[in-house]
């Protein structure tokens, strides 16, 4: 099973050469700009940039859409549940129900702010490496054993998940079938979850001996850091620009209604 | 029972990220107290991605199926290293399958690691009352079987049920709607009621495993 976060990482684009620290400072900044955004009249704009920056990172669509598609079935669920519940103007009656204008409206703004968020978090991450991205969020200050956990996790989930589909399918040819829920079947699959843990706790203690054997935990010598170049820096500042025009935005047209 | 993008304001947002600070910041402080804090990484790392891929496991409810939360029993085993470890089991959550999201991760760690933690110290009292001249315990001083098996239900339930709690309360203040008070109290009950089965299962299926532990491999419990 490999979901490759990173699998387009090597392509070359204008967002794959920005310098990871910055990309990762100017993005959540953005992120966080538009997850403050209320006005619908905001919206065009925040989704006109997303869709100019997912154009220039140069991901195929395929994989955009294929990441949307799980979280369309939240989005649908709000989506037939807002416009009827929320809101007091009545836009049009079907039957018993009542499509309001609020509801409509909040949905529009959930949906779009969504959609904008996670676009640009498949930006972030799928623009590199994600060792590089790791490196330097652990240059921007994340604690050692955050990171090492992070990258050791990433590393073992593909293969920790290889082991329960290798164990599930020896249960199948073995007859066994989860088809009702009863004392018998929780029980052998609270045996299939606590053998995945205990084969994991095993398997760390010999990752644990070869990483020690490697040198881990020894002093290392701090790599050079990559030097910033004028580019990153026009780019970050680009970016926490127009996340600063978001937010002043939003509190001008809010103060505006108020 | 993750909060996606999108929903959340941004204040509440931040305040996610405030509280999984703390959290962490606190965590990290005692995992740092320990002799060399590099040892415990490969085992929590490894056990992180066990969490992250037993959560996978599907219970059969016909017609359909649900999967389980797993943090009580993810505090039960990992300790301090538990909300790291959510909060990382999250963040995979949030990049990989765009279950959940970065806005509002700190939101959901709180909300699935807070009674992680507090799994951990409900299950540490199982050791207390085990002990050798307690009688709940046998003659080697380990805790009885019937004893585990309560806690880890107590753990996974109170875990899952702890979670629901917040995320409800949290869904139900924060939603951008104009619900009168009469409809939003009838949600708060319904969608709380509605979790007490799923606790029950969550209960069980914990104490269930953290029996198959003590058997197989009690050093995964710490005793």
């Known amino acids: 099973m490999k979901l490759g976060l990173d699998e387009y990482g090597h392509?070359?684009?204008?967002?794959?050469?920005?310098?990871?620290k910055y990309k990762l400072v100017g993005l959540m900044g953005l992120i966080l700009a538009f997850s403050f955004v209320q006005d619908p009249r905001l919206l065009p704009a925040m989704l006109a940039i997303t869709l100019a920056l997912y154009a220039l990172s140069r991901l195929p669509l395929s994989f955009l859409i294929a990441r949307l598609r799980y979280p369309g079935f939240f989005l649908l669920m709000v989506?037939?549940?807002?416009p009827f519940l929320s809101g007091s103007t009545v836009l049009l009656r079907i039957g018993p129900l009542a499509v309001r204008q609020e509801g409509c409206l909040d949905l529009l703004l959930v949906a779009s702010k969504f959609v904008s968020i996670l676009t640009l978090s498949l930006i972030l991450f799928g623009t590199a490496p994600f060792l590089d991205i790791i490196k330097a969020m652990r240059s921007l200050g994340l604690p050692f054993v955050l990171a090492d956990m992070t990258l050791l996790t990433y590393r073992y989930i593909y293969e920790i998940g290889d082991d329960l589909e290798r164990m599930q399918t020896a249960m199948g040819l073995r007859g066994f079938q989860a088809r009702y829920l009863g004392g018998r079947v929780l029980r052998v699959l609270a045996s299939l979850a606590g053998s995945v843990l205990v084969r994991s706790y095993e398997r760390s203690e010999r990752v644990y001996k070869a990483m020690v054997l490697r040198g881990y935990g020894q002093p290392t010598r701090p790599s050079a850091e990559p030097r910033s170049r004028f580019g990153d820096l026009a780019w970050l500042f680009a970016f926490l620009l127009l996340a600063a025009g978001f937010i002043a935005a939003e509190i001008v047209l809010r103060q505006g209604q108020g | 029972m993750h909060i996606p993008d999108g929903i959340l304001p941004a204040a509440v947002c931040f305040g996610g990220y405030a509280t999984t600070g703390a959290i962490t910041w606190y965590s990290l402080r005692k995992i740092n107290q320990k002799d060399d804090p590099r040892e415990g990484i490969p085992k929590a790392s490894l056990l992180t991605a066990a969490f992250f891929v037993a959560s996978w496991i599907h219970i059969p409810i016909p017609p359909s199926s649900v999967h389980l939360v797993l943090n009580g029993l993810l505090g039960v085993v990992l300790g301090y290293y538990a909300f790291p470890a959510i909060l990382i089991g999250l963040f995979f959550q949030a990049v990989m399958f765009q279950h959940g999201g970065l806005t509002t991760l700190g939101v959901n760690a709180t909300m699935m690691g807070m009674p992680a933690l507090l799994a951990y110290y409900l299950f540490r009292l199982r050791t207390?009352?085990?002990?050798?001249?307690?009688?709940?315990g046998d003659r080697k001083g380990r805790p009885y079987q019937a004893l585990t098996g309560a806690f880890g239900f107590l753990a996974g339930a109170g875990g899952l049920g702890i979670a629901a709690l917040i995320a409800v309360a949290l869904l139900i203040t924060t939603i951008p709607t104009y619900l009168d008070v009469e409809a939003e109290r009838a949600s708060i009950y319904a969608l709380t009621l509605a979790h007490v089965p799923l606790m029950v299962i969550e209960g069980t299926f914990t104490a269930l495993v953290v029996l198959f532990l003590q058997r197989v491999s009690p050093e995964l419990l710490g005793d």
């Open chain 1, 11 to 20: 392509l070359d684009s204008l967002l794959h050469q920005w310098e990871p």
């Open chain 1, 79 to 82: 989506a037939i549940l807002l």
């Open chain 2, 128 to 136: 207390v009352l085990g002990r050798k001249g307690n009688r709940l």
